[in-house]
């Protein structure tokens, strides 16, 4: 299910009698679909990254990544990505780059601002991530294809036929056969 997120950079207030009347409606800024999931906890989970989960707290100011299935290098090198381009774009602090208390998650709070939405900013910044991701998430997509195509359906010059002289049962020096014992070969 995707989310369409709206920045709009208002502040959000309600207007009562004796306050002073709300600020005029700004325009739309920018708008993103992410796939994302809100928890109870009102954390927001973008799922839309091949190897990792990314966990917005807006209440902790912090954003978290998971590898999602595999623990792998990728995964890592994705996290690492993600958070040079959220510290490039001054939206982490620096410093607070760590690892977190799950195996292979990476976490850092997010800069305080006052005149900002920082929650917006973080989803607006995390969807210019994605899509500046996706080519090299399809390029990976790609070489996995090619390398099981190549795997299951190699062509001409990549395979060879079956040739019976030459496969034999019984391939290199050691037999397989019960007669020859582990030490008898060996005479002191």
Known sequence: ????????????????????????????VATRELKIRKTLGGDLVIFDHRDIDIVLMPKKNKIVSFAKEAYTDEAYHSSD????????????????????????S????????????????????????????????????????????RMTDPNHEESSEYDPRRHSEEKG???KTPHRGLYTNYTY
């Open 1 to 28: 299910m995707a989310i369409n997120i709206t920045i709009n950079g208002g502040s959000g207030l309600l207007s009562a009698p004796g306050m002073e009347a709300p600020p005029e409606k700004k325009p739309i």
């Open 173 to 175: 020096s050691v037999s």
């Open 81 to 104: 990505r993600l958070f040079k381009f959220l510290t490039d774009r001054g939206i982490v602090v620096r410093e607070s780059i760590q690892g977190g208390n799950v195996y292979s």
């Open 106 to 149: 990476i976490e850092a709070q997010i800069e305080e601002a006052k005149d900002y939405n920082t929650t917006q900013l973080a989803l607006l910044t995390i969807a210019n991530f994605m899509d500046e991701e996706k080519p090299y998430l399809e390029f990976q997509d790609d070489v996995e294809e090619t390398y099981e195509e």
